[in-house]
């Protein structure tokens, strides 16, 4: 059965193998991009997650060529670290902004079709630093656990019109959001990782997957880490 799936932020990075993930499983991929060339072989529309009319006719778009989105994958996301006491309202309010208040856009958006077919699986992209926190990373840490109460809400709301909504806890991935990170800031990370590695996006991209098959159909409001060990017990 080939499924109408959104993925936010699918061009590069965890998004575009999340977005792979599926498009292999035969379903019918749209991923959002903001600039430049989006990869081929999806539906990609342009969409900056922080504007509501951007996001209206990205759906529009996506509903008029892939149908009502069936599978959501929130998972567009920004850092801007900085210690909090040279961290600006600015570097605070705009990560919110993008990674719950964007997220908060996109999950609203979908919910009206999902309703309507009493059917729908929700993915929110959060991170082992929402549960665990990170110095310099206030803004971050506050955004991603924000989305797990956001998700574990509406799963209690959507529950008996068949709606999931969970949410996957990447560990450190290697993209471009780690690849600024200095050599000696990995290396400190990855030995406090039991499995002493950071993860590829693929293996995020399995989980988040598997969320959204029949397999799950009774797992909601659940947090997966998939982080190499890192956050274990929290
Ligand atoms: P990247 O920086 O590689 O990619 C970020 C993606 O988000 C890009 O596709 C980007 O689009 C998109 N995006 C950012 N802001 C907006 C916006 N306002 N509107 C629409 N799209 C936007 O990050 P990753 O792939 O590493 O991260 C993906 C998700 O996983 C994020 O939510 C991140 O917080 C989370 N995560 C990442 C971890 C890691 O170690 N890498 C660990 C834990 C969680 P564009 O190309 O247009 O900029």
Do not use: W
């Not at 990205?58 to 069936?70: C, S």
């Amino acid at each position: 059965m080939s499924r109408s799936v959104l993925v936010t932020g699918g061009n590069r990075g965890i998004g575009l193998a999340i977005a792979r993930a599926f498009a292999e499983a035969g379903d019918k991929v749209a991923i959002t991009y903001r600039s430049g060339e989006p990869p081929a072989g999806f539906l990609a529309v342009k969409c900056d997650i922080t504007d509501g009319e951007q996001v209206e006719q990205a759906y529009k778009e996506i509903e008029e060529k892939h149908g009502p989105v069936e599978v959501l994958v929130a998972n567009a996301g920004v850092t801007r670290d900085q210690l909090l006491m040279r961290m600006s309202e600015e570097d605070f309010t705009s990560v919110l902004e993008t990674n719950l208040t964007g997220t908060f856009r996109v999950v609203k958006r979908a919910n009206r079709a999902m309703l309507r077919a009493r059917k729908g699986r929700v993915v929110l992209i959060s991170s082992v630093v929402g549960l665990m926190g990170g110095a310099g990373q206030a803004n971050y840490a506050a955004s991603k656990a924000g989305l797990v109460g956001f998700a574990r809400s509406l799963a209690r709301e959507l529950g008996s019109r068949n709606i999931t909504v969970n949410v996957v806890a990447p560990g450190f991935v290697d993209t471009d959001m780690t690849r600024v990170l200095t050599d000696e800031q990995r290396d400190n990370i990855v030995k406090q990782v039991p499995l002493a590695r950071y993860a590829q996006p693929e293996e995020i991209a399995s989980s988040v997957r598997f969320l959204a098959s029949d397999e799950a159909a009774y797992i909601t409001g659940a947090v997966i880490p998939v982080d190499g060990g890192l956050g274990m017990g929290h």
